[in-house]
Every structure is written in C-alpha cells, then in structure tokens.
C-alpha cells in the first residue's frame, strides 16, 4: 500500500495515560495510577497459568494438561500489590475500569462473569489482562508500525485504574486530529445503530469541537493524535483517552488511507463532495443494515463458544447457561452438605 503513515515512537509514548492524565484530569474520570512491580509483568506475560489466587474459592486450583492429567497449580501470591490494589479499589468506589499505559482488555470481556470490565479486585484485573490481546501487546510490542528506527524509549508499566462509570452506548465518539484540528468523527461502538446520533448529529459535533477548542487544542504534546471522547445525557463532552495518530489505533468508519491521504473527506464514503463542509467528517452507522458483529467478539474467545453466541446455535447456548447453572446450583448443594 502506498500509504503514507508515519508514527513516531514519542507520539506512542505521549498517548500513555500517565503523560496526559494530570495536564487534563479536571476533563477525565477519575483516576489513580500505580506502578506495577517487574514480579507481576512477568506473570501476565507467562502463558502457562490462568489461574487467579484470591479467589473465594477454597478448593486447589486445577489446570489441565494435554493428557488430561491434571495437576494442582497455585497463582502466585503478591501481597504487598494487592493491598496497594485494593486500597486503590476502595477509594474509587468499589468497582473500577482497569488498563495498562495504553490498552484496556476490551478484547477479553467475554471471560468475565458478567461480560463487563469492571472490576473489584485484583483477581478480576488479572483474568481480564491475562485473557487480552490487547494487553500482551502494550507489553510486548508498543512501537509495533513505528517509522523511526531509533531505540525503543523505556516504559514503566502501571496499572491504570478508573471509576467505574456506565457509560450510555452509542454516546462515545472517536476523533481524528491532524495538525491540531480535528479532521474526522466516528461513533465508537460502529457494531450498533443509534437513532440518537442523526438526529443530533449537528450538536453532537458543535458540542465536541467546542470541547476540543477549549481544553485539547495546543495543550496535548503532539499534533498529531486520536481522542476518543465521551458526551453526557446533559451534552457535557468528557475525555476518555488519547491513542496514536496510526495504524496502531482503529480507524473504525473511515480507513486509515482516507484519514491520511490529504484528501477533503466526506461524511460517508459513498456520498458525492458537493457541498464543501467547514467542519470535521461526521460518520455514523446509519441503519440496521450495516450493522456489524463486534470487532472484538473474535478476538480469543474458543470457538466453539463463538459458535454458541452466532445466532442458529441459539438453543445450544440455552442449553449450554442451562448446564451452566446447573453445576453452579450442584457445587452449591455440595458444600452446603460437606459443612
């Protein structure tokens, strides 16, 4: 491709959330950042156990083996950063979004019980983040597409932790900045079709440019970048992230080619450039048609389970949460009869 995309090293390491959490915190949710001790990287990035210690579970923790032998496996322990954790935790509320300098484990949603990334404790955080593709990347290879050919720049890992917040679907959008101007908006969920947005398209863009102008512009260390923002029931826009101006970060409805290119972009790929708009490129997912599966269904969940959630296996996944719940309700009755 002769895409012209070229991502700096200090543009991926101006978008970690320690740089730009406290120049904008006053516009962000809160927020608390601890550094993650060498012992605990090591752990996520050991393929071997999944297991989780912490867990209310009394019984020796099981993992299976190729010949089906199975062989009693403790997670392990590391006190001092729990308690750090936990402290965290409770401070901000009780329940908390978890990320690394870059990346949430949005990829890893459908370990959770509750396909949610909140989180409680540190066990929770460790299923999520073990279970993520998205992790392992901020841990493995965070200049990945990088053009310059300089050393890597060092990066301390921390744990980001964020009040848990619900946030409205459909109510977060993604913006691509170029030359600090905002040149470019899409809807951040593109899975889903949200009556809301064209019919309020105009003031949804009018209330995150006037966001961007008042307390973005000039004030972020590159020039070049991608904010993803969030606007309230009120039309309050706040900040959720910044994530580099490249291949690196999705292009979700424009392709990274059109984001790119110079070219004066238009509100949908389709539509003919008759009437020269002043503002950014507006998309958003129009109508039922064009709905989409969610990019990150596919990441790692095991396929027979991918299987289960598309639609003709329906009864089977009925039948399967029935099993489910079934061994829940004997393993109950077990340890109700051995006490």
């Known amino acids: 491709a002769g895409m012209f995309l070229s991502m700096k090293k200090e543009q991926v ?3 970690q959330f320690s740089v730009w959490y406290p120049l904008f915190k006053k516009h962000t949710i809160k927020s608390l950042i601890l550094p993650i001790p060498q012992n605990v990287i090591d752990y996520l990035l050991d393929d071997g156990t999944l297991v989780v210690s912490g867990s209310d579970s009394d019984e020796e923790d099981v993992q299976w083996t190729d010949d089906e032998t199975t062989t009693a496996v403790t997670a392990p322990e590391f006190p001092e950063f729990n308690i750090k954790v936990q402290e965290a935790i409770n401070v901000l509320g009780g329940c908390v ?22 989180c409680q404790s540190l066990s929770d955080i460790f299923l999520l983040f073990k279970s993520s593709d998205f992790i392992t990347h901020d841990l493995t290879q965070p200049f990945l597409h ?14 980001v932790l964020r009040k848990w917040s619900e946030l409205i679907p459909g109510a977060e959008f993604r913006c691509f900045v170029k030359e600090n101007k905002v040149i470019a908006i899409s809807q951040r969920d593109y899975t889903q079709h949200y009556q809301h947005i064209a019919k309020q398209e105009a003031s949804i863009s009018s209330s995150i440019l006037g966001f961007f102008r008042d307390h973005i512009q000039y ?19 706040w900040l959720i992230d910044f994530n580099p101006f490249g291949e690196v970060t999705d292009s979700l409805l424009f392709t990274w080619e059109e984001l790119t290119s110079g070219k004066h972009l238009t509100a949908s790929q389709t539509q003919e450039d008759t009437t020269l708009q002043d503002g950014p490129a507006f998309r958003y997912t129009t109508s039922e048609v064009t709905v989409q599966p969610s990019p990150c269904l596919s990441y790692r969940i095991p396929r027979d389970f991918l299987d289960l959630t598309t639609g003709e296996d329906a009864y089977k996944l009925i039948d399967f949460l029935k099993l489910k719940g079934q061994q829940e309700e004997e393993s109950s009755d077990e340890e109700e009869d051995e006490s």
């Open 219 to 237: 004030r972020f260390p590159d020039e070049d970048f991608v904010l993803d923002v969030y606007r309230d029931s009120s039309g309050r826009v």
């Open 13 to 15: 390491v101006n978008c």
């Open 146 to 159: 990088c053009s310059d050919d300089s050393p890597d720049p060092t990066i301390n890992y921390e744990l």
């Open 97 to 118: 979004f978890p990320k690394l300098n870059w990346s949430a484990p949005r990829d890893a949603n459908w370990i959770a019980l509750n396909s949610s990334l909140q």
